[in-house]
């Protein structure tokens, strides 16, 4: 079971990132998808989701109307676009699955990708 986050850089506020996540080990029908970060001295905090399988999609408000997550079944992956990014937003991007559905906090969550850092500058 392996979840392998890409994608992060560093990038200007107003600037666009796409992450992805790779699942595989298993087949995730029946999981939730999660995206978290984690800035220094800050806690884990969720970001986005999706049931990976009806597709619908949840945001944290800071993300709401900036990032999009989206899946590809056919990879077994799952994309978090970030658009218009801002300096808070810097922080290590972890995605995670759950078995027990979409949950907004780091210990509903069963496995975890390695995290890929996002650095956005002003």
């Known amino acids: 079971v392996q979840l392998q986050a890409s994608g992060g850089g560093l990038v200007q506020a107003g600037g666009s990132l796409r992450l992805s996540c790779a699942a595989s080990?298993?087949?995730?029908?029946?999981?939730?998808m999660g995206w978290f970060r984690q800035a220094p001295g800050k806690e884990r905090e969720f970001v986005g989701g999706v049931s990976w399988s009806d597709g619908r999609a949840y945001y944290a408000d800071s993300a709401k109307g900036r990032f999009t997550i989206s899946r590809d079944n056919a990879k077994n992956t799952v994309y978090l676009q970030m658009n218009s990014l801002k300096p808070e937003d810097t922080a290590v991007y972890y995605c995670?699955?759950?078995?027990?559905?979409?949950?907004?906090?780091?210990?509903?969550?069963?496995?975890w990708g390695q995290g890929t850092q996002v650095t956005v500058s002003s």
């Open positions: 995670a699955a759950s078995y027990g559905g979409l949950g907004y906090r780091p210990y509903e969550y069963n496995y």
């Open positions: 080990g298993r087949t995730w029908n029946n999981y939730a």
